[in-house]
């Protein structure tokens, strides 16, 4: 399957989190589709307990003055941004900055389990997230990869462009869609499938295939 308009930039990346000041476990996709966030990368309901491969949450902030949030994600799940809206931001982990300017609609960002994300919002933004079960997605990407000789590289601090992501991030607030928890299941588990198969880049900018 080839992907179009997919490039990757390894030097701009990104780390979605969740809060070392909440709690760790995601909230269970059985009560609802897409969870509206009441902070950064924390959706108001959690269930400690929930095995679900994918969750899904909004973030949406329509600020425009200048804002810092934190986040730490799960140990054993990775997170996978949609940018509904372009927008201007800075994030950092730690000492090193992984993304700093306008992030543009349609940037996928991916990271990986325990990682604390400090991230500087400039303008108002539009977010997807998906938590991904670290076995759902090893398998997933086992079965993308099966038959090749690419080796399987770490998708954390990934940022690429998905504009069909972006579209179908969409679908999770607009239409008759919104909030269907299958729907989002799905969308999730369509967005992990695509970057399942990411291979190796040959160059600083590559695709997805």
């Known amino acids: 399957m ?14 979605p989190c969740w809060s070392s000041s909440a709690p760790e476990a995601d909230y ?21 307990g929930s095995d ?23 140990p054993d799940r990775h997170v996978v941004s949609i940018a509904l809206r372009s927008t201007r931001l800075r994030m950092t982990r730690g000492a090193r900055t992984v993304y700093d300017g306008v992030m543009p609609a349609g940037m996928l960002q ?12 400039q303008a108002p933004c539009d977010f997807i997230h998906f938590y991904v079960r670290n076995d759902y997605l090893r398998e997933r990407r086992d079965a993308a990869l099966s038959g ?6 770490d ?10 992501a972006e579209q179908l ?3 999770l607030i607009e239409g008759r869609n919104a909030g269907d928890r299958l729907y989002a299941e799905s969308v999730g588990q369509t967005v992990v499938m695509r970057l399942a198969g990411l291979q190796p880049p040959r160059a600083k900018v590559s695709a997805l295939s």
Request: charged content about 30%.
């Open 110 to 121: 991916v990271t990986g389990p325990s990682q604390r994300l400090t991230a500087e919002f």
């Open 2 to 15: 080839r992907l179009e308009n997919l490039a990757i930039a390894q030097d701009s990346q990104a780390v």
């Open 169 to 171: 991030g969409r679908t």
């Open 155 to 164: 998708l954390s601090d990934l940022t690429v462009r998905d504009p069909l």
């Open 28 to 48: 269970d996709l059985g009560s609802c589709g897409l969870q509206e966030e009441q902070r950064w990368r924390h959706p108001a309901g959690f269930d400690r």
């Open 148 to 153: 090749t000789a690419q080796p399987m590289r």
């Open 52 to 74: 679900a491969n994918i969750l899904a949450s909004r973030w949406l902030d329509s600020r425009t003055s200048f804002r810092r949030e934190e986040a730490e994600s799960s």
